[in-house]
């Protein structure tokens, strides 16, 4: 089948006009990391008159940014492995077995993906409060109130999404474990699971993307001692001053785990995706 010619003149133009919108702010940013914070204040430059990788330096001193770095990896990391652990089991309960109720666990669980997340806010903030005055359990200002707070967001839209996976794998291979002796774990372990990587791992990126970027929850249910990267930035604005070129430089540096991850998966996410697609 030919291209048509109108395709191969707009796809080069498309493309640049996407790689231009993505990477002219990249460029912004690091050219603003890399100056002092005097010419970032006199006015936006394509080219910095000096160039210096003290604000790179900087950042680590002038707010805790190095426990704001655990405390988001930690949050977003147990975050992500629990709810993808959690939904992979419901999931393939709710693709391979029919149970009364399935329809309806299936509908609650897609319908809590339409309320906005600032409705769970006081909820979640109420019952942190009550639940370490009546057991001694604290959950507001720690990092396991945050995990548990985004197992709420992030649990739902897993299981949503494993479903999926699990329906395109062919039940035929259920059935061939089933004659080879295996149970349903043994079957869920050692034949769906490593057909469906692709999708846990397109999955779990997405969860942990999440958590890694998430702001309300983060300003709210958090303290000094357990704030995230997304709140301990607003620690480079004071009441005189902002330190735009270290806001620059340490928002490049927390986006290193994101993208190093993202590509380090980026076949399996891939696949993850066209596989949801497909479904």
Do not use: H
């Amino acid at each position: 089948m030919t291209e048509p010619r109108w395709l191969r003149i707009t796809r080069p133009i498309v493309l640049g006009l996407l790689a231009t919108f993505t990477l002219v702010p990249i460029y912004v940013m690091l050219t603003s990391a890399l100056k002092p914070l005097k010419d970032v204040q006199a006015g936006f430059r394509w080219w910095p008159s000096e160039l210096t990788v003290q604000p790179f330096l900087d950042i680590w001193d002038t707010v805790p940014l190095g426990r704001y770095f655990l405390n988001s990896l930690a949050v977003s990391g147990a975050a992500a492995l629990l709810s993808v652990t959690v939904a992979i089991f419901a999931a393939y309960a709710v693709s391979r077995f029919r149970f009364r109720g399935r329809g309806t666990f299936s509908i609650t669980v897609l319908s809590t993906q339409m309320f906005p997340g600032i409705l769970f806010l006081l909820p979640l903030f109420l019952i942190y409060v009550n639940v370490g005055k009546l057991t001694g359990l604290d959950l507001y200002g720690t990092r396991t109130g945050l995990i548990l707070t985004y197992l709420t967001f992030s649990l739902p839209f897993s299981i949503w999404m494993l479903v999926g996976y699990f329906d395109s794998i062919p039940r035929g291979l259920d059935e061939a474990a089933a004659v080879d002796g295996c149970g349903p774990l043994r079957t869920l372990l050692q034949v769906v699971l490593p057909t469906a990587l692709p999708g846990v791992v397109a999955v779990t990126v997405y969860a942990f993307m999440t958590a890694w970027g998430e702001v309300l929850f983060a300003s709210v249910l958090t303290s000094e001692s357990s704030r995230t990267l997304a709140v301990g930035l607003q620690g480079y604005s004071t009441q005189n001053e902002v330190y735009w070129n270290q806001v620059m430089a340490a928002s490049l540096v927390v986006s290193i785990p994101v993208v190093a991850g993202f590509l380090l998966l980026q076949r399996q996410f891939v696949a993850g995706l066209t596989a949801g697609a497909v479904k």
